[in-house]
């Protein structure tokens, strides 16, 4: 009885198979990658508004916490309006935010610096916090007498002259910054100097999409 040799597959039969094994399996797994895919830029969304509602509470904290002088107005916004760039507010204020980081009340200042290839400092909304300069007229007494007149309050700070390294960068993703009036039934960006708005929209520009606030201070005068 003669035995019989097995037939074994042919390099082109185990290559024909491996390709529709893989034809298959990618048909299989490519709505898992979209899925994925999905999955992330959501995730990355909701962190950058995660992040940006979590600079938006620093700025309404410190304002919710401005103090009142009987030399100087307390807040002040700075519209500022560049070739095709209606984002580059300032905010300024005197705010008691900084007594809970172990200093003395002081000048509380906001501002997105942007991309620049001429410097090192990283892009994104700052807040800056100058404690220590005197104020003509301090609510403790005049401190420089009657003939210090031209003795500059501390809301006379440029944000302009502020370095970064001299502030915290709390939003690296922030690349514009407006504030809006209520004006009837428009919000309308506009020069801001006294004591707190009664409302205050923010809008924080980010590198994609932008994150909108609007408050309204209890304690601001009617």
Known sequence: MKNRRARGFTLIEILLVVGLVGIIASAALAPLVVTVRSLEEAQARWGRRHNARDAADAMYRDLRLALRNPSFQSVRIIHEEGLGNDAD??????????????????????????????????????????????????????IFGAGSADVPEPMDIDPDDLEAKDGELILSTARGLRFWFPHGDEWEQEDYEGWLPEILRAEIVLAEGSYVRTERFVNAEK
């Open 89 to 142: 507010d300032r905010l300024v204020m005197w705010s008691a935010a900084p007594k809970y980081e172990g200093k003395s009340a002081g000048v509380v200042v906001y501002r997105v610096l942007p991309e620049d290839s001429f410097s090192d400092d990283a892009p994104g909304l700052y807040r800056w916090v100058i404690c220590g300069q005197p104020s003509l007229h301090a609510q403790s007494g005049d």
